[in-house]
């Protein structure tokens, strides 16, 4: 019987998934993910994480309890650092820590160290050291390391959307793990293409594009994906091309307090851009959220004809 | 140019000294109230950390009477410090304020973009202006270090706690003054024959406890409700596991992070906690497990709320203080704070305590 490795589908996953899934497939390991994010699942989390942990940090806490049962090992890597000198949030810095002391009766939890400060040689090497325990062959690691990345970067250059003007486009600002997690958003991007309208999130972007925006900030921002989302406002904010923006944020999310002050400043202060701020917890009802939307998407429409 | 800052515990006297020889005019901030707190969550986010808002209100207070320059220091991440000045600075420019604000960058491998920064002070100023300024503003904070030590360790065994403040604070006011280093070092010392002077019972067993946890609240004693005070009046020999002049070469110079101390620490956490996240969140679990090593009875956590590394921390502890049997109190501090919720979480926290002193030494358990 295959080694099963489980991958919960929560936090960066949404980010790294096709080289976490194409790595251990290369080793001849049987890739077992958790269930969609689902009540339950949320349930068991918010029991099990402390009050004050933001929404997604508590949802992957309910990801973990639903994969223990299920599989060997579970891949939980302790990211730090995915850029030179950025950082991602300290809570996913501390993730498996606060795993590992929460919930027991856990299988073994792979927790190699991800961090970019370092030099590509050490992330080589963690990488050795995670596949050595499936295989003996450091060629096999070293193949399933190249095709990972190749993964990655394929599926990336997949998500880069050119954005037509045919229709209302709105900008979805916010993490991976919640614009793409259904469960969690309460369907807001399938929500907002039902009305009609284009979405394109920072994922939808290309790193040049990025840049550009995040250059604008007074001092760089350490953290890698607040940086890509921030980026992604403030370059869309110029370039005219998008007629709404959405900030979604999580219950207690530290970075995205402060950078979602900056693009609510920044698009407050011009009298072209709509911008609204959408904050999620488990506590939020879908009815109330719809109306939001709708509301948010009428006003829109009804400036451009009035215009 | 009229400069301030923020407030946090008792940086300012050591702030105000260095600015001040200078030669630079300062306007400090009026001591932190409620409405500083008021005026800080009423435009600051609010999902941002307490330290942020009261900084905010701060600000309006200092611009309100007459500041037009603000220092403040910033970081590289990954705690939200770092950030701080950037958010700030647009919530007071929305505000129509005429300000400029200056931020401190961390020394980061290079001593010429450092010093860099200090440009707009050099200009008028010799290196040796600037050196003694620093000089008698880096013993000014170590001594008010020192002498906090002393009085939290000296009230345990005080027979009227409350006296021993009085001394302390009379020290604090007197330092303002002072502005040779010779005479600041013998203050320190008339301050503690002034405390060994009062009635002190040497006999006594006092509780001994660890504040552990994030600086600005720790050191802060307008967000911790007096916390040192108000145990060390119970009659609790409390323990500071950080203090202002450890955060300044820490934070600024990046010391101590190599330091003996700091692997200690490090080694202390690793059965919990494997890696740093930011802030002092490594540091609260590393010296919580200190703490019990030094036969500490019990460690009060702090931290503001939403505060990242520390909530890492806080939902690493139970299990430190299961595995350890030491209990552990984590207060989590915002603008909802209420004293008398507060003051009797302490006083159960410090039973719980006496009970399990009574216990292992076999006296009467009440």
């Given amino acids: 019987m295959k080694v099963k490795v489980g991958i919960p589908k929560s936090l960066l996953y949404f980010h790294y998934y096709p080289a976490w899934k194409e790595f251990f497939q290369q080793l001849g390991v049987e890739v077992v993910e958790s269930d969609d994010s689902n009540q339950s699942i949320i349930d068991q989390g918010v029991k099990l994480a402390i009050d004050e942990a933001c929404f997604p940090v508590k949802v992957s806490h309910g990801h973990i309890v639903n994969l223990r049962n299920k599989v060997d090992y579970i891949f939980l890597p302790r990211i730090v650092s995915v850029v030179k000198n950025e950082y991602v949030c300290p809570k996913l810095m501390g993730l498996p820590d606060m795993i590992r002391n929460n919930i027991s009766d856990l299988p073994q939890l792979l927790t190699p160290t991800i961090n970019h400060n370092q030099s590509w040689f050490d992330l080589l090497g963690s990488n050795l050291e995670l596949g050595a325990k499936f295989t003996d062959s450091k060629f096999k690691i070293m193949k399933a390391h190249w095709q990972a990345r190749k993964a990655l970067r394929h599926h990336r250059q997949n998500l880069i959307k050119e954005f037509g003007r045919d229709r209302l486009t709105i900008a979805l600002l916010g993490h991976a793990y919640l614009l793409e997690d259904k469960y969690l958003s309460l369907g807001l991007k399938d929500k907002l293409e039902e009305l009609g309208v284009n979405v394109i999130t920072p994922q939808n972007l290309t790193k040049k594009q990025i840049d550009r925006g995040a250059d604008k900030l007074s001092k760089p921002l350490f953290w890698t994906f607040n940086r890509e989302i921030i980026g992604a406002a403030y370059y869309l904010f110029e370039c005219q091309e998008v007629d709404g923006f959405i900030q979604l944020a999580a219950f207690g999310c530290g970075p995205d307090s402060l950078i979602g002050e900056l693009m609510e400043r920044k698009a407050k202060r011009r009298s072209d851009i709509h911008f609204m701020s959408l904050n999620l917890d488990e506590h939020t009802g879908e009815a109330g959220l719809e109306t939001r939307l709708e509301a948010f998407v009428d006003m829109i429409r009804w400036e451009a004809k009035g215009a | ?366």
């Fill in chain 2, 1 to 366: 140019m009229k400069v301030t800052y923020p407030h946090m515990g008792l940086m300012n006297l050591s702030a105000k000294s260095l600015l001040k020889e200078l030669g630079l005019e300062v306007v400090e901030p009026p001591p932190i109230t409620e409405r500083t707190l008021n005026l800080g969550v009423k435009h600051a986010p609010e999902f941002a950390c307490l330290p942020l808002k009261i900084n905010v209100g701060n600000y309006i207070e200092a611009l309100e009477a007459g500041a037009d320059t603000i220092i403040m220091a910033g970081g590289s991440g990954p705690c939200r410090f770092g950030y701080y000045g950037e958010v700030q600075k647009e919530i007071l420019k929305d505000l129509d304020y005429d300000f400029e604000m200056i931020t401190f960058e961390p020394f980061q491998g290079s001593w010429s973009n450092f010093l860099q920064q200090f440009k707009f002070i050099f200009k008028h100023l010799s290196w040796w202006n600037l050196w003694s300024a620093w000089k008698l503003a880096w013993t000014k904070c170590q001594l008010i270090d020192e002498a906090t030590e002393y009085t939290n360790r000296m009230r345990g065994y005080a027979v009227k706690p409350k006296l021993v403040t009085e001394v302390y604070e009379v020290f604090l006011n007197r330092i303002e003054d002072i502005h040779e280093i010779e005479k600041l070092h013998s203050a320190i010392v008339e301050m503690k024959n002034q405390i060994l002077d009062l009635k002190i019972d040497w006999q006594k067993e006092p509780l001994k406890v660890g504040i552990v946890g994030e600086i600005y609240v720790v050191l802060e004693p307008f967000t911790n409700l007096n916390l040192e005070k108000k145990l060390g009046e119970m009659g609790v020999v409390v323990n500071r596991s950080i203090y202002l002049s450890d955060w300044i070469s820490e934070h600024l110079f990046s010391t101590s992070v190599d330091s003996e101390e700091h692997q200690k620490i490090e080694a202390a956490a690793e059965p919990y906690l494997e890696h740093f996240v930011g802030g002092h969140g490594l540091e609260t679990i590393g010296r919580t497990v200190l703490y019990n090593q030094d036969d500490y009875d019990g460690v009060i956590q702090l931290a503001p709320f939403t505060c990242m590394p520390e909530i890492v921390a806080e939902s690493i502890l139970p299990k430190v203080s299961r595995e350890l049997d030491m209990p552990v109190l984590s207060l989590t501090l915002d603008e909802h704070t209420g004293e008398a919720g507060y003051i009797t979480r302490l006083e159960a926290f410090v039973d719980l305590l006496k009970r399990k002193q009574g216990l292992k030494t076999g006296g009467q358990v009440i």
